[in-house]
């Protein structure tokens, strides 16, 4: 190989690593930045009873987890809400107090939905989807599995 080869290679080589670099950091602060948005829309949902915490705080945590993982933990540290979200993102844990909110607000869901349409094709879709989400919620473990 000749020296103008090699150092033709060894520019390709730091071009692609640069590409990577930059397309590596691309995604990790698009993860931050959704991230933060999902940690936004759970802070309003400190302040405003109708709206969740928890679940945009466990989206925000795992996106976090692929771009900051100072910020996952600080999420996971927070009061109140930071271990439920620690419990559901390392071991699928839903505890049963949140299971109970979960069901009573989806029935809630499902009547206030049979209530407004007269569609019965709605009615039927939208229940079923309710319905997986009940299942899929009844179906995760209460507490964290002993060692």
């Not at 309710?130 to 899929?136: R, T």
Request: hydrophobic residues 50%; proline residues 5%.
């Amino acid at each position: 190989m000749s020296g103008s080869t090699a150092a033709q290679d060894s520019a390709k080589q730091a071009t692609a690593k640069s590409a990577e670099a930059a397309e590596r950091s691309r995604r990790n602060w698009a993860w931050t930045g959704a991230g933060y948005g999902f940690f936004v829309i759970g802070l309003v949902g400190l302040v405003l009873p109708v709206m969740p915490t928890t679940i945009f705080w466990i989206a925000a945590a795992a996106c976090f987890a692929k771009s900051c993982p100072a910020m996952q933990q600080r999420i996971f540290a927070w009061p109140g809400v930071g271990p439920s979200v620690e419990a559901y993102l390392l071991h699928g844990v839903v505890e049963p107090r949140s299971k109970r909110a979960a069901m009573l607000g989806m029935m809630l869901a499902t009547v206030i939905m049979i209530m407004l349409s007269d569609s019965a094709v709605v009615n039927g879709i939208g229940s079923g989807l309710i319905l997986l989400g009940a299942l899929y919620v009844i179906t995760r473990p209460s507490s964290i599995p002993s060692s």
